[in-house]
């Protein structure tokens, strides 16, 4: 079991350039999820998936997208980066919680850098 | 909208010392969970404990308990004989089940053990 895995582990954007971030998760989980830390705030919630074909805003979903073709993808799109969005993401995903104990297990991060 | 508050940024605890960390939350729901998270200089985010909030039985895994005062809507963690190993980001998270099992993270605390 690979777990959470993320693609890539590093990225340097020029302003204005646009890439997608791979979520790939092998433990058939329901729900998944992006969100970004930045210093000093936490981690905050970008766009969650609760199954296929289904996506929903977050906290801070603005200059985001994200798509869930298959269950266990969740790619996050930036489609013209901007400095701000300089951040390490988070990809996690969890079963359906209820009757069991619930955990979110997390992917090993994306250091974005946005020049 | 639920929110966790971590209001010490930093902390230093020699080895083998208890230190504790706190957390507070606001929120109107009743049926909840309550989690720390560990994120060690390798970025990975590892859950620590998880209190659920209708047990009043306080959660412990072996060094690692908490204080959970529902009440008082407070989640400390309490870590006994700290090791070099527990250096880390600490977040406190909530979760209420009935928002598609999204996590509120709190902006975490620095543990730095001593020699």
């Known amino acids: 079991n690979a777990g959470v895995t993320q693609t890539p582990k590093f990225r340097v954007l020029k302003t204005g350039q646009s890439m997608t971030l791979l979520c790939a998760q092998d433990?058939?989980?329901?729900?998944m999820y992006w969100y970004r830390q930045d210093p000093g705030m936490g981690l905050r919630l970008i766009h969650y998936?609760?199954?296929?074909?289904?996506?929903a805003k977050g906290e801070v979903p603005d200059g985001y997208n994200v798509s869930r073709l298959k269950k266990q993808n969740f790619l996050l799109g930036l489609e013209s980066a901007a400095p701000s969005q300089t951040s390490v993401y988070f990809c996690?995903?969890?079963?359906?919680?209820?009757?069991?104990?619930?955990?979110?297990?997390f992917g090993p991060g994306t250091r974005l850098t946005v020049t | 909208a639920q929110t966790v508050t971590q209001s010490q940024p930093e902390m230093s605890v020699q080895e083998a010392e208890t230190v504790t960390l706190s957390c507070t939350y606001d929120?109107?729901?009743?049926?909840?969970?309550l989690f720390w998270y560990k994120q060690p200089p390798s970025r990975q985010m590892i859950l620590v404990i998880r209190q659920e909030a209708y047990k009043q039985q306080n959660a412990t895994e072996n060094r690692f308990s908490v204080n959970f005062q529902k009440a008082a809507k407070s989640f400390s963690l309490k870590i006994s004989d700290s090791q070099l190993g527990d250096t880390a980001m600490y977040f406190c998270?909530?979760?209420?089940?009935?928002?598609?099992?999204?996590?509120?993270f709190g902006t975490g605390t620095r543990l730095q053990v001593t020699l």
């Open positions: 998936s609760v199954g296929e074909g289904t996506t």
């Open positions: 998270a909530f979760l209420y089940t009935g928002t598609a099992s999204k996590l509120t």
């Open positions: 996690a995903s969890s079963r359906l919680p209820a009757g069991i104990p619930y955990e979110q297990y």
């Open positions: 929120t109107s729901e009743s049926n909840y969970y």
């Open positions: 433990m058939n989980h329901e729900y």
